[in-house]
């Protein structure tokens, strides 16, 4: 995937390093807004899978949301060209001062995960002459079939209120002079792949419309929260995730009233398959049941494979060998857990090779550390 010019580009370059195809990620954007532009629905990028401000500057000249989830993305995003009128701000813990600024900042829409923060947040909007625009995120009860450490829609997740409690929130709500309801949101997880736990949240968005209509109300937003997968393991044959086929299958299940507007909000579908981190191998051992191969990036450069059992295809862009072996790729950080794949099997490897960990342009660069006093990996853009 990479060519000769790329790789002898990246010989000069400093490692470890994340390297962002940005005529890709361009692709993917044309791609996302032709298939919101189909049914007009409203895309909001998830600034936590990556807030460097060139990604964010590319993805807010296409005129996309921000969906936040602390006060300091949304000062982020707005300072790189989101419209606060298309921000909107989810989180279970919300501070003050990330409230005042967000109300400072007029943002569409706060994703509330409690009664007590709707509480809280109409208190300083009062103190501030503001009336909050606010969404109550509700927990769906629904399994996305992801990874256990990114599914967030289950019944005891920490995330959202319960959807059985919906009457009682939104009698608690209306009395509140500060607050303007005016959605429901949801999130069932990310890394999704199966268009099932999609359907289902239709459904509970469904039954939740009826139960507002009982209520007598009918709210304009309806937000709903879940991450498209991306193909970690052929992300050369499968760049850019079908989007379409996503909200075809939305549009298909959704009960949408006359004046109502959907919205997603989608973080690592939209950077996951333009960035890569870029390392080299410093040293190569042999213990009794394996091969390591030393690399000069840790977990703390990229921590996916450490702290979920992550898988990223590597590549070794150097070697010129048609033979093979099986490595344990692993990171100079002093702790056993700084392992990238066990058992990998690459094209042999020498002390100097340029590895590559593809699809780590979302949850990589943001996630990094300066654990063991490591420096911060820089990022390049390429054309
Ligand atoms: N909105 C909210 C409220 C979320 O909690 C999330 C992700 C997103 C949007 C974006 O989801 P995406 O489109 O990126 O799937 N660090 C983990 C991912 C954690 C995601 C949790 N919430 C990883 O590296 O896999």
Redesign the pocket.
């Known amino acids: 995937m990479f060519s000769k010019e790329l790789i002898s580009k990246f010989e000069g370059t400093p490692t470890p390093f994340y390297y962002y195809d940005m005529a890709l990620l361009r692709r993917t954007l044309d791609t996302l807004s032709k298939a919101t532009a189909k049914y007009g629905y409203n895309m909001?990028y998830?600034v936590?899978?990556n807030a460097n401000p060139v990604i964010l500057k590319t993805i807010s000249d296409y005129g996309f949301g921000a969906?936040c989830?602390s006060g300091n993305e949304v000062l982020k995003a707005i300072e790189c060209g989101f419209n606060p009128s298309k921000v909107v701000f989810?989180?279970v813990g919300k501070s003050d001062k990330e409230i005042n600024d967000a109300l400072a900042h007029d943002i569409f829409c706060f994703?509330c995960e409690s009664v007590q923060e709707i509480q809280v947040i109409n208190q300083l909007a009062s103190q501030c002459g503001k009336i909050a625009r606010i969404a109550l995120?509700l927990n769906p009860g629904i399994d996305a079939h992801t990874?256990k450490?990114?599914n967030?829609g289950l019944e005891d997740s920490k995330?959202g209120i319960n959807f059985n409690l919906l009457d009682q929130v939104v009698k608690e709500v209306m009395v509140l002079s500060n607050i303007k309801l005016i959605g429901l949101?949801y999130?069932i997880?990310?890394?999704?792949l199966d268009l099932e736990p999609y359907r289902l949240l239709c459904q509970r968005s469904n039954e939740m419309q009826q139960k507002l209509q009982l209520l007598g109300l009918n709210l304009p937003e309806i937000n709903l929260?879940?991450?498209?997968?991306v193909d970690y393991i052929n992300p050369d044959q499968n760049p850019i995730p079908d989007f379409e086929k996503l909200l075809d299958t939305i549009h298909e299940n959704l009960d949408v009233k006359e004046g109502q507007r959907v919205h997603f909000?989608?973080?690592?579908?939209?950077v996951?398959q333009c960035g890569t981190m870029i390392a080299r191998t410093l040293y190569t051992k042999k213990a009794s049941k394996t091969t390591f191969a030393i690399v000069d990036a840790g977990f703390n450069d990229l921590?996916?494979p450490a702290?979920?059992g992550?898988y990223h295809k590597i590549e070794n862009l150097s070697s010129v060998s048609e033979a093979e072996d099986v490595y344990d790729v692993v990171g100079p950080i002093c702790e056993s857990t700084d392992v990238f794949a066990q058992g990998y099997q690459m094209p042999l490897t020498q002390r100097g090779d340029l590895i590559a960990f593809r699809s780590a342009g979302?949850?990589?660069e943001i996630?990094a550390s300066r654990y063991n006093l490591r420096d911060l990996a820089k990022a390049y853009f390429f054309d």
Do not use: W
């Open positions: 909001h998830a936590k899978a969906d989830v989810a989180g994703n995120r990874n450490c990114i967030t995330f949101h999130h997880g990310s890394q999704i929260g879940g991450g498209l997968g909000e989608f973080g690592r579908a939209v996951a921590i996916r702290l979920y992550s979302a949850y990589g996630m």
